[in-house]
T-cell receptor, first 114, second 115 residues
Framework: GNSVTQMEGPVTLSEEAFLTINCTYT??????LFWYVQYPGEGLQLLLKATKADDKGSNKGFEATYRKETTSFHLEKGSVQVSDSAVYFC?????????????FGEGTQLTVNP | KAGVTQTPRYLIKTRGQQVTLSCSPI?????VSWYQQTPGQGLQFLFE???????NKGNFPGRFSGRQFSNSRSEMNVSTLELGDSALYLCDSGQGTVATNEKLFFGSGTQLSVL
């Protein structure tokens, strides 16, 4: 079946540090890939997405590139802020076979200290 | 445009009881999916409804059921509650197309505690 694996967390950084959160996937076919963010006490918000190989998703300084050859979709940000502290989820979707169903990774807790 | 509304926000039940959660999607959206979020299992897909029909189902026991109404609002029901059902239940809504770039919107969730 389809699955998503994220780097083990939690991750603690100082403000303005570089962020990488690793994400790899296993899928039969060509999934769409997503990063969602969850702030305390809230639901999930879409951060960025990519729908085909070599696509780069970007939003709010975050970037991730769909790498088919390594089945990866690593999240990066050049300079994190305290307000980026949240839980980040990598996810995939096989729209043609599974409709709107998302398969999520375990989530990575990011804490940014001032 | 109103977002996805989940009610109630918090719920406390005891073992053996049953519970019904509600999700009102964004106006015009016809697809609603439900997820269970727990610290141990993460986010797990429960089911998806589209135009009042269940389109996908995850690997949960039959105690978990759902339905969707003609106005696209969805309810999920859990019967004979167990302690392990304590979780944050999230729903999302979308237009329900198979387009790869379809955007899904999540509600804030219902936090269920089973005592």
């Amino acid at each position: 079946g389809n699955s998503v694996t994220q780097m083990e967390g939690p991750v603690t950084l100082s403000e303005e540090a570089f962020l990488t959160i690793n994400c790899t996937y296993t899928a039969t076919g060509y999934p769409s890939l997503f990063w969602y963010v969850q702030y305390p006490g809230e639901g999930l918000q879409l951060l960025l997405k990519a729908t085909k190989a070599d696509d780069k998703g970007s939003n709010k300084g975050f970037e991730a590139t769909y790498r088919k050859e390594t089945t990866s979709f690593h999240l990066e940000k050049g300079s994190v802020q305290v307000s980026d502290s949240a839980v980040y989820f990598c996810a995939l979707r096989m729209s043609e076979t599974s409709g709107s169903r998302l398969t999520f990774g375990e989530g990575t807790q990011l804490t940014v200290n001032p | 445009k109103a977002g996805v509304t989940q009610t109630p926000r918090y719920l406390i039940k005891t073992r053996g009881q049953q519970v019904t959660l509600s999700c009102s999607p964004i106006s015009g959206h016809r697809s609603v999916s439900w997820y269970q979020q727990t610290p141990g299992q993460g986010l797990q897909f429960l089911f998806e409804y589209f135009s009042e029909t269940q389109r996908n189902k995850g690997n949960f026991p039959g105690r978990f059921s759902g339905r969707q109404f003609s106005n696209s609002r969805s309810e999920m029901n859990v019967s004979t509650l167990e302690l392990g059902d304590s979780a944050l239940y999230l729903c999302d809504s979308g237009q329900g197309t198979v387009a790869t770039n379809e955007k899904l919107f999540f509600g804030s969730g219902t936090q269920l505690s089973v005592l």
